[in-house]
Nanobody
Framework: QVQLVESGGGLVQAGGSLRLSCAAS??????MSWYRQTPGKQREWVAT???????NIADSVEGRFTISRDNARNTMYLQMNSLKPEDTAVYYC?????????????????WGQGTQVTVSS
């Protein structure tokens, strides 16, 4: 099993910056992603980074957000710059990891509890 703990959320004025962190409880984590969700809307994908560092960023945040990871510390980051009020949401960390037994392995997705980001205008 894997536990994920997000941190770094808070209240910031439009144009400001925040850096979110997602710490995993163990190593050997595969793909990690950031999602966000506001009340009344479905969860939205924001960014993904593979175990080797390959990244994908949503068009809505490209150029403003950067995803990275430090495998030695089992931690993923989301650097958010030039924040806009529409970025306000609960941001969730997702990680995929293999669960193995004598019968084989399968991939399981784990989710953090989320961290609130509020951007004021």
């Amino acid at each position: 099993q894997v536990q994920l703990v997000e941190s770094g959320g808070g209240l910031v004025q439009a144009g400001g910056s925040l850096r979110l962190s997602c710490a995993a409880s163990r190593s050997s984590i595969g793909t990690m992603s950031w999602y966000r969700q506001t009340p009344g809307k479905q969860r939205e994908w924001v960014a993904t980074i593979s175990s080797s560092g390959s990244t994908n960023i949503a068009d809505s945040v490209e150029g403003r957000f950067t995803i990275s990871r430090d495998n030695a510390r089992n931690t993923m980051y989301l650097q958010m710059n030039s924040l806009k009020p529409e970025d306000t949401a609960v941001y969730y960390c997702k990680a995929v990891a293999s669960e193995c037994s004598a019968y084989g392995c399968y991939d399981h997705a784990y989710w953090g509890q989320g961290t609130q980001v509020t951007v004021s205008s």
